[in-house]
């Protein structure tokens, strides 16, 4: 279930975290979060999608959804395609494929009417509050500037973590999850202190010669 | 000055509204402005926008500007060269030129801080609620599919009118501005009536035989 | 095979053409071909890929795949998947997919050295030119005001096939199929007396009452 | 005039070639180029454009043009609208505004119809042979790699120049200009001794010191 708090492991295109090694990392995470009894949730890409989702019990989001419905739309998918093959929920606007505002409230509005959770990256507590009034499941707050970086958004900008929580709060109660930069369980902890229900991670567990430990660890912060 | 009740004309790329005939275009629509007292200002392509400002008292927006600084892009136009040329406002997120929200967010808050007015475009209530929530001067709520056409946003859906102003109020109380197929003052009557501080125009005005008396007749709807 | 004369029955997005219906329709071709020794292929989704892929034994490409390689790439899928799950071509540039021509020229490139057939869409026949100098598998020009429409290119627009052909040539001899608005036999065999080497087709099967009977009605134009 | 051999300077969004800046910079490359007796153009934003036209009689091309025409397009500019307000030609295809294949075709056509020179941008000798079949008056090769960096093509990537210019002449003879990291006139020399017909330059003269004597120096080199 896609329950708070949570960690959610995008797989990108890391060739660690695709094809084969995308079932084997997924089984990984699956084992970790059922030793742990945690929420852990993984969003792949895909062509992958059905061949990781036969194979785990922990959510599997897609990253990408285009905001179409069916119809003469060449090289896209949708939300209710994305239904029938099973998917629990989507990232939206992540920082690699950011959409226009049109697009994010569509995705929204037609993912809760087909019971699909959805995940809305943002960039600052601002677009955060913005996005906030369309009242996703989530709003994952990633500075593009830590993305992929060996600094966590808790240690360098533990401020904008509060800051999103507030502005979000104002506007509507949505969890704010967060991300960038996120390698250790000491960053998951800081990051749920500061009052954020989960962390959306990559490539600290994705490139880790243990993903297993790796999200052990991730998850010892989630107090 | 963008005061309200204002009628704001988008002069697109229309052949009436570009050009040389921009500048005519202008001067038909100051006297308008200047015989009724009422406000009324335009938005023109960057190629023509000094032209057009050179040549009338009322306020002169760009159609565009990129989410930008200075530095090595090609193509672009920004908010601080855009305030050098002595910009009054600009449009953000025409339908017809789509943002991220994270471009948005980016030039309603660098607009802000130079001093550069905003009227974010949006499609419908919703979006105009997470819009609020940036606090630009103004939004500018445009169906699509009424873009253009030949019924108004006021007859056609004169519940989306209200329901955006209400989410706009709930979130923060920005003015709403309607526009699409917006033709007659009668047009523009019915959105004040419905709580609009104004109107978005486009082709009823650029493509009128006497722009100045079709000027005149919205304006009448400004009670 | 991808050998030609060849019909290919792009899936696009259409409902009849995803999901369990792709899976149903895949079959239905797969029929057509095997009855009348012809070649048929076709393009399908990335998340109905596999599904499809695993359940006919006619070549089987995606619509669309991105122009990256492994890495930090959130929602998009690369070639050297594609491989892995076995694709066997791929299309580039659908009408409904525009691509950059620094993308187009990194996916025929990168597709001839892992084996993968490409087949580049244009839109004229200047456009088709210029990419046969790319020397990609298959150009399929498609006008795109006939896309979708009751007209075929052959009847609409002899000289734009006969034309594409010609310019193609000049530049490298790469086979032409056409598409937009084929229908019937009659259009393909046209197409084929003009020059092509087949057709690329989309509502005019997906759409028919009786896909399989629709397709050996195409097929019986490529003599 | 656009004759060969040329120095083509993108005075792009730098704060010390937009706004007064670009004026003043315009005037110096213009001395530089009445002094030496060569040929020096440049390319300038939309906005700066007719400010920077009307004082110098060097060739003002525009950074980009949309590949639209008059009509509904709010925040685009045309080939149509350039040639009114004076254009002598448009860079197409900056490695900072790629384009689509289509509209790469429609602007290099729509401006020979014009009467307008075009100078289409690409990335590698693969992308100028596709390029070449497009007649456009120029292509102009810049490794994006290189880019704003501190070594020249002519240094980094002399084969890259030689294979450009082979690929564009298989096709259609078309003169090749290259440009990257080009600052010195020594880099410029390097470059035409390589078959190139000129060069684009960017950083290396709107940040210099003094851009005119920077200007002498590269065009030392139009041996």
């Given at each position: 279930m896609l329950d708070t708090p949570i960690i959610i492991v995008n797989f990108k295109l890391y060739s660690q975290a695709s094809g084969k090694n995308a079932i084997a990392l997924a089984k990984h995470l699956e084992e970790a979060a059922l030793e742990s009894g945690k929420n852990v949730a993984i969003a792949v890409n895909s062509l992958d999608f059905d061949n990781v989702k036969r194979e785990v019990n922990i959510p599997v989001l897609l990253q990408h959804v285009d905001a179409v419905g069916f119809?003469?739309?060449?090289?896209r998918i949708n939300l209710e395609l994305a239904k029938e093959h099973g998917v629990d929920g989507i990232l939206i606007n992540h920082s690699e494929r950011r959409l226009k505002i049109s697009d994010i409230e569509y995705l929204v509005s037609k993912a809760k009417e087909l019971g699909i959770k959805t995940i809305v990256c943002t960039n600052n507590p601002r677009v955060s509050g913005a996005i906030a009034a369309l009242e996703p499941n989530f709003i994952a707050m990633e500075p593009p500037e830590l993305i992929?970086?060996?600094?966590?958004v808790s240690k360098a900008r533990p401020e904008a973590i509060t800051e999103t929580i507030e502005v979000v709060k104002r506007v509507k109660d949505v969890p704010v999850l967060v991300g960038a930069g996120v390698k250790s369980g000491e960053d998951v902890r800081k990051a749920i202190e500061l009052g954020a229900k989960g962390v959306l991670v990559a490539s600290g567990i994705t490139?880790?010669?243990?993903p297993k430990e790796a999200t052990l660890d991730l998850i010892s912060g989630l107090v």
């Open positions: 119809g003469a739309h060449t090289g992929g970086g060996d600094i966590s490139k880790a010669k243990n």
